[in-house]
């Protein structure tokens, strides 16, 4: 009853193997993997001719001197699995490429070909190579180069940051801390504060550190972008907003020895009267983060029974 049925056919398990595409042979050079116009681009731009097929074009190349060394990749030493040794090459890489591009004051960006063919046409003189915007000219509108050859780069001028967003900064930690928990695991909860602190040092990192300017400038904007980070952890902490307080002590001492560095940079000036720093709205500032770090580190010990120095989840 049976005896016509074959599962394996049915099914196709015993379907044919499709047969493996043959291996494409190595390259023996960089200028085999071109196409036939690009080739011709790069005769064109080393003065050689740009007739002939493939394999004259590639052979024209690899016979100049100006652009043979462009044929030579750069291979890694490797032994084969039957102990043969093929040793490595040593040859153009991307960055080098563009480190020479740098160097001739033209434009570093773009492919492997573009790269060569700017550096071939620098060479002979042909084409019009891109040259880099921020590179200075002579007189003549020629590229300047300095006594070593390379090409003389324009100073970049170096602006003076954005200042803090401070409402912005507020929602941000808002968001962080007042968040839907219904669907949160387990995990979720008691990394929280965790999540939260690390959001705090990263604003620290961002708005103050990566400003200093603001901060050498005496300027009160440093110390308030602190105060918003930390009075919001601080009035969150004994709320049902937060969770995880007690397994946050590696963040939150990172986040707190930060604002407490930049607060031992901002110390009142020699000569400064009591009077005059209590009028100083940077010193008022500065004062004030120093209080919400003290009033952080005392939630801390008083929620885990302990110093955050010492505490075991470091």
Not at 181 to 204: F, P
Not at 258 to 264: A, L, R, W
Not at 274 to 297: G, H, M, N, P
């Amino acid at each position: 009853m049976y005896g016509g049925f074959t599962f394996g056919h049915v099914y196709g398990f015993n379907k044919p193997k499709k047969a493996k595409k043959a291996a494409k042979p190595p390259k023996d050079n960089w200028f085999e993997r071109l196409s036939n116009d690009e080739l011709k681009s790069l005769c064109r731009s080393a003065k050689l001719p740009v007739s002939g097929t493939k394999a004259e074009l590639v052979a024209r190349l690899l016979e100049d001197q100006s652009t043979a060394r462009f044929g030579v990749e750069s291979k890694a030493s490797v032994f084969r699995r039957d102990g043969e040794y093929i040793p490595g090459t040593d040859g153009e890489t991307l960055e080098s490429l563009k480190d020479q591009c740098k160097n001739a004051g033209l434009s570093s960006t773009g492919s492997k070909f573009k790269l060569v063919e700017r550096l071939v046409q620098h060479a002979h003189g042909t084409g019009a190579p891109k040259r880099a915007a921020n590179v200075m000219l002579n007189p003549d509108g020629s590229t300047a180069y300095d006594e070593n050859g390379k090409a003389v780069v324009k100073k970049r001028k170096v602006g003076k940051p954005t200042k803090p967003n401070l409402d912005k900064i507020k929602e941000r930690m808002r968001a962080q801390i007042f968040v839907d928990k219904r669907k949160w695991s387990d995990a979720k909860y008691k990394a929280h504060a965790s999540v939260v602190c690390e959001t705090g040092d990263k604003i620290i990192t961002a708005e103050v550190e990566k400003k200093i300017s603001f901060l050498n400038e005496r300027d009160p904007i440093a110390y308030k972008v602190c105060v918003e980070v930390i009075r919001a952890i601080d009035q969150s902490w004994d709320g049902y907003e937060l969770t995880g307080q007690g397994r946050c002590s590696w963040e939150l001492r990172s986040l707190l020895e930060s604002v407490e560095f930049f607060i031992g940079e901002g110390k009142p000036a020699a000569g400064m009267t009591e009077e005059e720093i209590k009028r100083d709205e940077f010193q008022i500032e500065r004062v004030a983060a120093q209080r919400w770090c003290t009033s952080l580190r005392a939630k801390y010990r008083e929620y885990v029974g302990e110093d955050l120095e010492k505490s075991f989840y470091l």
